[in-house]
T-cell receptor, first 112, second 113 residues
Framework: KAGVTQTPRYLIKTRGQQVTLSCSPI?????VSWYQQTPGQGLQFLFEYFSETQRNKGNFPGRFSGRQFSNSRSEMNVSTLELGDSALYLCASSFGANNEQFFGPGTRLTVL | SQQGEEDPQALSIQEGENATMNCSYKTSINNLQWYRQNSGRGLVHLILIRSNEREKHSGRLRVTLDTSKKSSSLLITASRAADTASYFCATKGSGAGSYQLTFGKGTKLSVIP
C-alpha cells in the first residue's frame, strides 16, 4: 500500500505571497491532519479533516486554511506569507480518530 | 501547546547498548504513539499503545504506559547506528472532539558505531 505523499517537497517563496501544499492520504484513510514543525515551537497541529469536513483547528491565524476533497486528498493554503511561516509542513492520514497516524515526507517551505 | 515532554532531550550511546526514552503528559489520553524522525524528514510511526494497555513490543522496541503517572517509556534494545534519529511521543486525547496528536519536543538519540 502506498504511503502518504506530499507535494511539492520543497518551496521557496517571498513574503506576502501565498502557497498551496497538497497531501494524498493512504488509500482507504478518510482522516487527514496537518502539522507545522519548526525548531522553536516543535510540532504543532494545524487542522484535521474527515469526509471533507474540518473537525478541529489548531491555534493558527486565519491565513492558514485547508480543505479536503471527496477522494480524501487534502490541500492547505497559507496566504500573505511571513518569515515565521518557514517550516516543515507535515500531513498525516489515519483510518479513524483513534488509530495510528501515518505521516508523509513533508513539504519544506522557506519564506524569504 | 506541548503536552508530552520527553526526557532526556539528548542521549548518546554506543552501538549495541540499550536506549531508554521517557515521555510525560498532562491530560487523559486514548492512546500514545511513538515516532522517529531522521534529520528533518517525515515522521516514521513506531508503535501505538492504548490507554488500557501497559506494555507493547515491536521487534527491538518495547513501550510501556503508566496512566496513573501519565508517563510512557520507549526502550530500544541492541541499538544500531541506523537508530540515530529524534524520537517523539504523541498523545491522542480521550475527550470528545479530540482528533489531533499533541507532540513533545523529542529526544535526540545518537548511536556511536
Amino acid at each position: 500500500k502506498a504511503g502518504v505523499t506530499q507535494t511539492p517537497r520543497y518551496l521557496i517563496k517571498t513574503r506576502g505571497q501565498q502557497v498551496t501544499l497538497s497531501c494524498s492520504p493512504i488509500s482507504g484513510h478518510r482522516s487527514v491532519s496537518w502539522y507545522q514543525q519548526t525548531p522553536g515551537q516543535g510540532l504543532q497541529f494545524l487542522f484535521e479533516y474527515f469526509s471533507e469536513t474540518q473537525r478541529n483547528k489548531g491555534n493558527f491565524p486565519g491565513r492558514f486554511s485547508g480543505r479536503q476533497f471527496s477522494n480524501s486528498r487534502s490541500e492547505m493554503n497559507v496566504s500573505t506569507l511571513e518569515l515565521g511561516d518557514s517550516a516543515l509542513y507535515l500531513c498525516a492520514s489515519s483510518f479513524g480518530a483513534n488509530n495510528e497516524q501515518f505521516f508523509g515526507p513533508g513539504t519544506r517551505l522557506t519564506v524569504l | 501547546s506541548q503536552q508530552g515532554e520527553e526526557d532526556p532531550q539528548a542521549l548518546s550511546i554506543q552501538e549495541g547498548e540499550n536506549a531508554t526514552m521517557n515521555c510525560s503528559y498532562k491530560t487523559s489520553i486514548n492512546n500514545l504513539q511513538w515516532y522517529r524522525q531522521n534529520s528533518g524528514r517525515g515522521l516514521v510511526h513506531l508503535i501505538l499503545i492504548r490507554s488500557n494497555e501497559r506494555e507493547k513490543h515491536s521487534g527491538r522496541l518495547r513501550v510501556t504506559l503508566d496512566t496513573s503517572k501519565k508517563s510512557s517509556s520507549l526502550l530500544i534494545t541492541a541499538s544500531r547506528a541506523a537508530d540515530t534519529a529524534s524520537y517523539f511521543c504523541a498523545t491522542k486525547g480521550s475527550g470528545a472532539g479530540s482528533y489531533q496528536l499533541t507532540f513533545g519536543k523529542g529526544t535526540k538519540l545518537s548511536v556511536i558505531p
